[in-house]
């Protein structure tokens, strides 16, 4: 069962473009991820928010930013992609508090930067 | 660092065989060891853990052994099926609500 939404599922645009992808969680979960999947399917965490506070900040490029609403939603902005920008970016969530961190991801976004 | 090593890359096996995916960490604090699998274009989801409280844990066709002396813990897949055909990811954190630190996948294949 799908409690994890990301959208778009697909999005290809040009190299500079800015770009923005939603994810939403419906499991009352107080923290959320992105994750970066490349071409040989390695993970790499990018962002995670609890309770609307960036806990964890990779080194990530500028160009990338989280942006929270709610505990429910963490969206990821590009503000100008790059080629090796073009990966499968998951999103997750999990209850930090819990006695078990488990994660559930989103089916994720897959980029395509020509 | 901490870095997790998974060590096959791509393990493939008959159906109804075991199949054994090995993954091995550096931080000695590291207590928290769950285990995720990818189908082909599917996103990841949870299938076991295990906790350095304990050195075995089953649930199912699923094992997992944990060898803190030797920094080790293992996925063990017994009479393997069709649908076990996945990437399966190995990760760490030194307690169960603290980032996770990956392995890099092992591409399980079940031959019929």
């Known amino acids: 069962e799908t409690a994890v939404f990301q959208t778009p599922n697909y999005h290809v645009t040009q190299v500079g473009n800015e770009v923005s992808f939603n994810c939403k969680q419906t499991l009352g979960h107080d923290t959320m991820y992105w994750y970066k999947q490349d071409s040989k399917k390695l993970l790499k965490i990018m962002f995670s928010y609890n309770n609307k506070q960036l806990i964890v900040n990779e080194t990530v490029p500028r160009r990338f930013s989280p942006q929270s609403s709610d505990k429910a939603h963490l969206n990821l902005r590009i503000k100008s992609v790059e080629p090796e920008d073009s990966a499968v970016y998951l999103c997750?969530?999990?209850?930090?508090?819990?006695?078990?961190?488990?994660?559930?991801f989103g089916a994720g976004t897959r980029l395509s930067v020509l | 660092g901490e870095k997790v090593e998974q060590h096959e890359s791509t393990l493939s096996v008959r159906e109804g065989d075991s199949a054994v995916i090995n993954c091995t960490y550096t931080?000695?604090?590291?207590?928290?060891f769950p285990w995720y699998k990818q189908e082909a274009g599917k996103s990841l989801h949870f299938v076991i853990d295990i906790r350095s409280n304990v050195d075995r844990k089953q649930s199912q066709r699923l094992i997992v052994l944990l060898d803190k002396k030797a920094k080790r813990f293992s996925l063990h897949i017994t009479a393997t099926q069709p649908e076990d055909s996945a990437i399966y990811f190995c990760a760490a954190s030194i307690r169960s609500n603290y980032q996770l630190i990956w392995g890099s996948g092992t591409k399980l294949i079940i031959k019929p």
């Open positions: 997750a969530s999990s209850s930090w508090g819990s006695s078990q961190n488990t994660l559930y």
């Open positions: 931080d000695t604090a590291s207590s928290y």
